[in-house]
């Protein structure tokens, strides 16, 4: 199963428990498992068995087509993934005081190497031609604004935002705000 849809169904079954009030012991007896494993499962330290999940999602007061439909946008062939200041999910990874986990983006991507570059552009720089490259570029913008053509879609970018996309599709940027832009820029090769 892909990693990226283990950390969605997690992350969907906890937000639904709590949305419904269910706690989990509540939820555990429903479905007929421990109370560990459904915690378990919601912070994607473990995989649940097919019957398991249904069980889960039954217990939960879904159907499985309700349960998914609104992942399919998550795996669908488009090349840009935008990710807007505040659309992080917030999820807890371990239980020390002070540590506050935000979910950016999760994507599946085979990759050989990574590169982890940190690109400052001055006012006004900018691209003229579009280029190419041979990874995925994950961006998150942590100064400035800038604007990104992705072939023949433009993406105005802002402090927080966070793009994704494959590299392999022509692309330019440039720097549209009053000040020097910074960017954290991820190439996965």
Known sequence: MNEELLLLIGDKIKSKRTQKNVTLEQLAGKAGVSKGLI?????????????VL?????????DLRTFFEDMQDAFSNNHIVIVRKGQERTFSKEPVQGFSYKRILTRSVTSQATDVVLLEL????GRKRMIR???FECKY??????EYQID????????GDTLFFDGRVPHRLKNIGDTEAL???????
Request: hydrophobic share 40%.
């Open 39 to 51: 915690s378990q499962i919601e912070n994607n330290r473990t995989v649940p068995s097919l019957p």
């Open 54 to 62: 249904f069980n889960i999602i039954h217990s939960l007061g879904d």
């Open 122 to 125: 001055k006012k006004k720089a």
């Open 133 to 135: 490259t041979d990874a």
């Open 141 to 146: 913008l942590l100064k400035g604004s800038v």
């Open 152 to 159: 023949k879609e433009t993406i105005l970018l802002h402090e």
């Open 183 to 189: 960017i954290l820029v991820f190439y996965l090769f």
